[in-house]
C-alpha cells in the first residue's frame, strides 16, 4: 500500500480572544495510504484549495450546542476546500471528480459522508472560485440578499466589510439589481476596489470616521433601505439610526464582535419599531437547495464578466494559519484563499 | 349658541425621563359651542373613555420625522378614545353614532378628518373595549402575534409587559392556538392574574428575579420560539440567549427604554445568526386593513367566553395625568382607562 507524506494543520487548544498563527501547528509528519480502507463508501480527497472563513473562529472556542462543532484540539482544522477524488467508495463521485464542501486542513483527507460534497460541473472558470464566489460565501450573498432583503431597484443599500469573500458579491448584486449601493471596508486600498472594481457607487473606511452616524447621514441623505450586516457592534448601532421605514437587515455576521469574549451591547433597537424593519439572521447551511438556481444565475454573470471576484491567494498549508489569523484584522484583500496544490 | 364647559388636560411642555401628573394641567375654563362651524365637514364628540398609552411617552418629547408627531406644549393632549357624535358634518358619520380612534383630552373635540374614526358596530359589549381588546391593543396584539409570529400549535411563547393591555391577549391567543405560554409582569398580583385569570401556564414577576437568563431557563428549559417583545433592554438580552433556532420574536414595544435619555444596549444579539431569528417591528396602523378580520375573530370569543380583558378604569378627566404616568411604572392591572362621561 502506497503511503504518501500528509501535511496538516493541526488546531491546537481552544482560543481566547483574537487567533494567533501558534493556535495552530503544521505536521510535516504524518502519512495517509493512498487507499480507502477495505469496505469504506467514503472518498479520499487531495486538497486542491482552502478556504479561511470568519465563521471558524466560532470553532476554536469550546461550545456546545452550536450550529456547528467546535474543532478538536490535537486534529487537523477542517473547513471548506476544493478536492481532487483519489478514490471512491461512493456511487456518486469517481476518481478524478471535482468536489467542493468540507474538507481537512492537510494534503489528503478522508471523508465519510461525501454525500456532503458537491461535485463540481463547471471547470472552465478557476477553481479556487469554488471556495468563493461558487461556494459558501457566494451561495451567502445571493440567500441573504436576494432572499432575506427581497431587493427593488432604486433602493439604498448598505454592506460592510464591503471587498470581502460575501460583502463583493453583495454590492455587485446589488448593483445589478439597480440599486444604489455603498459600502465600507477597513483600508484606503479596500476603498478604492469597491468603488473601481466592483462598482459601488461611494464607499468609505470605517477605521477613519469618528461618528458612524455622521457618515451614513453623508452617504444615506434618504436613509438605508437594506443593510447587509457582517460586522455587527458600533456599525449596527449606527445604520439602525439610519435605516428608512420598512427597511430589511439580512443578519450575515457579526465579525467585531467574534474575538471579544462579552458581546458590546447595541443601542437603537427601538428603530427596529419605529422604523417597522425586518431583521433576520440565517446560516448558508440550511438554504444549499438553492444551490443549483444560484449557480445557473452566477455562472453566465462570471462568463460575460457582468461580475468580478477578487481573490487573496496565499500558496501552501504552511502560509494557511497566518491567513486565518488574518482575516480578524482585516489583511485579506477580498476571499481569502490557500492553494495547497494546484491538481 | 349653545356653549358648554370644555373641560380639558393640557400638555405643559415637553418632558425628560420619566413623565409626571405635573407635565400636564386640567383646565376647566374653556368652553365650546355645541355645534360644528358653518360649513365643516368635521364630526363634533363627546368623548366617553380615553386610552392610556405607552407610545404618548414619545409624543412628550419634541421630535421630527417619528411616526407620530409630538403633542403641543399648551394644546390638550390626544390619543385614542370612545366617543359619540354629536353633531356630523360628514357623511359616514351621524349624531347618536358611537366612534372609537383618535380624540383630545376634554370633554368635546372636534375631529376634522372624520374618516380616521371607525364607526362602532356592536354595542352589546362593553364599550370601553374599543380602547383595548376592540381597539388599537386588540389589534396590536392579533397582528404582532398572528402575522408577525406564525404560531404553530405546540410552541413555546413569552410575553413581557404581560398582563398589560396588549400581553394579556397575546397570552390568551397563544393558549387559543395551542402553544405553551410563560408571562412575566412587574408585580405579585400581576403574576397571580396572568396564571388564574388568562391562562398563562406559568408567570414571573421579573422585578423579583436576579437573573432573568436563569429565570427564562427555568420557565423554558428547550427555548422560546415566539417572543412578544414589550419591553426592551435587559428583558430582550435574556431572551436573545433563550431563543430557539427558526425563533420569532415580534417587536411590538420598548417601554423599558422610553423615559431613558440614551437607550441601554443590548448584547447577545449574534444569537439572530446563530438561531436563524426573525426580528420584526410594526406600527399597528399600518395594518387597520386587517381591523374587520380581526373583529370577525375576537367578538365571538368575547361572546363565548373564551377570552376575557381586564381593564384598569379611573373616573374623570382630573384622573387622567396620573393614570397616564402610571402606566410607566406598572400601577395599572390591565388596560389603563379614563372614563370621561359614560353617555
Ligand atoms: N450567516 C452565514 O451563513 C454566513 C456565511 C458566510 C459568512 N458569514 C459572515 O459574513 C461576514 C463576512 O464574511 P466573509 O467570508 O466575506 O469574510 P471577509 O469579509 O472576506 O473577511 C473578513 C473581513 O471582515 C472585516 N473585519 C474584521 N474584523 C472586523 C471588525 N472588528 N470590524 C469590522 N470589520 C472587521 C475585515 O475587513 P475590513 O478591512 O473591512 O475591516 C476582514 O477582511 C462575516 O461576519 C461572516 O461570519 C456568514
Ligand atoms: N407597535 C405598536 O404598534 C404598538 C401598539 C400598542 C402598544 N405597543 C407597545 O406595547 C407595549 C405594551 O403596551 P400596552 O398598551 O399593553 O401597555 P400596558 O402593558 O398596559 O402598560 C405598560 C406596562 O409596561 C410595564 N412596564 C413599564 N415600565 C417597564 C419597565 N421599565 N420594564 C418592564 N416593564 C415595564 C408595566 O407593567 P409591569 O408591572 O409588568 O412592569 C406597565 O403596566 C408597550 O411597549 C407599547 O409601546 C406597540
Known amino acids: 500500500m502506497e503511503e504518501v507524506r500528509n501535511q496538516q494543520v493541526i488546531f491546537k487548544d481552544y482560543v481566547n480572544g483574537f487567533p494567533k498563527e501558534s493556535d495552530m501547528i503544521l505536521t510535516t509528519s504524518a502519512t495517509v495510504p493512498l487507499q480507502l480502507p477495505q469496505g ?18 466560532g470553532r476554536m472556542t469550546k461550545t456546545e450546542g452550536s450550529y456547528v462543532a467546535s474543532f478538536t484540539p490535537g486534529s487537523p482544522i477542517t473547513g471548506y476546500g476544493v478536492a481532487k477524488v483519489v478514490e471512491s467508495g461512493h456511487s456518486s463521485l469517481k476518481k478524478g471528480d471535482l468536489v467542493w464542501g468540507f474538507t481537512g486542513w492537510q494534503e489528503y483527507s478522508i471523508i465519510t459522508a461525501p454525500e456532503t460534497l458537491f461535485k463540481i460541473q463547471h471547470t472552465d472558470v478557476p477553481l479556487s472560485y469554488y471556495t468563493g464566489i461558487l461556494g459558501m460565501p457566494g451561495m451567502t450573498a445571493y440567500y441573504g440578499f436576494y432572499e432575506i432583503c427581497a431587493p427593488k431597484k432604486g433602493e439604498y443599500v448598505f454592506v460592510s466589510a464591503a471587498s470581502g469573500a460575501v460583502g463583493q458579491l453583495v454590492g ?4 445589478l439589481t439597480g440599486c444604489y449601493v455603498v459600502g465600507t471596508a477597513g483600508t484606503k486600498e479596500k476603498v478604492e476596489l ?11 473606511n470605517y477605521k477613519e470616521e469618528p461618528n458612524l452616524d ?20 458600533k456599525m449596527l448601532e449606527a445604520v439602525l439610526l439610519n435605516m428608512r421605514v420598512n427597511g430589511r437587515i ?3 455576521g457579526m465579525i467585531s464582535q467574534y474575538n471579544l469574549n462579552q458581546e458590546e ?4 433597537l427601538s428603530s427596529i419599531i419605529m422604523k417597522r424593519l425586518l431583521v433576520k439572521g440565517f446560516i448558508v447551511t440550511d438554504h444549499y437547495n438553492l444551490y443549483p438556481k444560484y449557480m ?23 502560509s494557511a494559519p497566518k491567513a486565518l489569523v488574518g482575516i480578524f484584522s482585516g489583511k485579506n484583500v477580498g476571499k481569502q484563499v490557500v492553494v495547497v496544490a494546484r491538481e
Not at 482552502?50 to 465563521?55: A, G, I, K, N, V
Not at 444565475?297 to 491567494?313: A, G, H, S
Open 296 to 318: 445557473e444565475m452566477v455562472i453566465p454573470l462570471i462568463k460575460e464578466e457582468k461580475i468580478c471576484y477578487i481573490e487573496d491567494i496565499v500558496e501552501g498549508l504552511e
Open 250 to 252: 439580512s443578519v450575515c
Open 172 to 175: 455587485q448584486f446589488a448593483k
Open 40 to 57: 469504506s463508501n467514503g472518498v479520499l480527497l487531495k486538497n486542491l484549495y482552502l478556504s479561511c472563513d470568519p465563521y471558524m473562529r
Open 194 to 204: 469597491l468603488k473601481t472594481k466592483f462598482g459601488f457607487d461611494e464607499a468609505f
Open 214 to 233: 455622521a457618515s451614513l447621514k453623508r452617504y444615506f441623505p434618504e436613509g438605508i433601505d437594506i443593510y447587509f450586516e457582517n460586522v455587527g457592534g
Open 265 to 268: 451591547g447595541v443601542r437603537n
